[in-house]
T-cell receptor, first 116, second 111 residues
Framework: GAVVSQHPSWVICKSGTSVKIECRSL??????MFWYRQFPKQSLMLMAT?????????EQGVEKDKFLINHASLTLSTLTVTSAHPEDSSFYIC????????????FGPGTRLLVL | AQSVTQPDIHITVSEGASLELRCNYS??????LFWYVQSPGQGLQLLLK??????LVQGIKGFEAEFKRSQSSFNLRKPSVHWSDAAEYFC?????????FGTGTRLQVTL
């Protein structure tokens, strides 16, 4: 149980285009989803937290107009990188939790984005 | 503010040898502690977690961790390492609504 998927696993795009990444909880309802960014050989940096049906809460320094997050259902959240630039190239990982202080975050396999 | 320190950036052990990965935390209340493992190019897999109760926690793949409040530590151990254990290991503190990760320890296993 507690499986989280991400799609696509790899994406290459041209500078200036927008890219959408999907995160799905396959066997549980995720009241909260998280988006992380990971640079090579570094730890995970939380970008934003989203609750189903609410606006996402962004961490300090993360541009909310650049990284659009939608959590329209209890099993799906999307991250759209708008007008992507080479510096946005990174590994993006989502996680999902069914809520409750003692619940666990379950992570997706990640999406590697390369902006040319 | 909560924080996690993993003092060892890189550890190399021989297959069959024992392993201990260190994790120290700073947290204002009773900590919820986690260990995750990440294989190259993959997401994170939960190895084990501590919320309360027995301070020795058993996880998957033969891993265990011990919570020591007096030392603010939550070290990960495995009695006999397998080559497939080579990966990046992350310690984390917090709750389901906010996790803070350490910088990770890369484990290399020699045959």
């Amino acid at each position: 149980g507690a499986v989280v998927s991400q799609h696509p696993s790899w994406v290459i795009c041209k500078s200036g285009t927008s890219v959408k990444i999907e995160c799905r909880s396959l066997d549980f309802q995720a009241t909260t989803m998280f988006w992380y960014r990971q640079f090579p050989k570094q730890s995970l940096m939380l970008m934003a937290t989203s609750n189903e049906g609410s606006k996402a809460t962004y961490e300090q320094g993360v541009e909310k107009d650049k990284f659009l997050i939608n959590h329209a259902s209890l099993t799906l959240s999307t991250l759209t990188v708008t007008s992507a630039h080479p510096e946005d190239s990174s590994f993006y990982i989502c996680s999902a939790s069914s809520g409750g202080i003692q619940e666990t975050q379950y992570f997706g396999p990640g999406t590697r984005l390369l902006v040319l | 503010a909560q924080s996690v320190t993993q003092p060892d950036i890189h550890i190399t052990v021989s297959e069959g040898a024992s392993l201990e990965l260190r994790c120290n935390y700073s947290y204002g209340a009773t900590p919820y502690l986690f260990w995750y493992v990440q294989s190259p190019g993959q997401g994170l897999q939960l190895l084990l977690k501590y919320f309360s109760g027995d301070t020795l926690v058993q996880g998957i793949k033969g891993f265990e961790a011990e919570f020591k409040r007096s030392q603010s530590s939550f070290n990960l151990r495995k009695p006999s390492v397998h080559w497939s254990d080579a990966a990046e290991y992350f310690c984390a503190v917090g709750t389901a609504s906010k996790l803070t990760f350490g910088t990770g320890t890369r484990l290399q296993v020699t045959l």
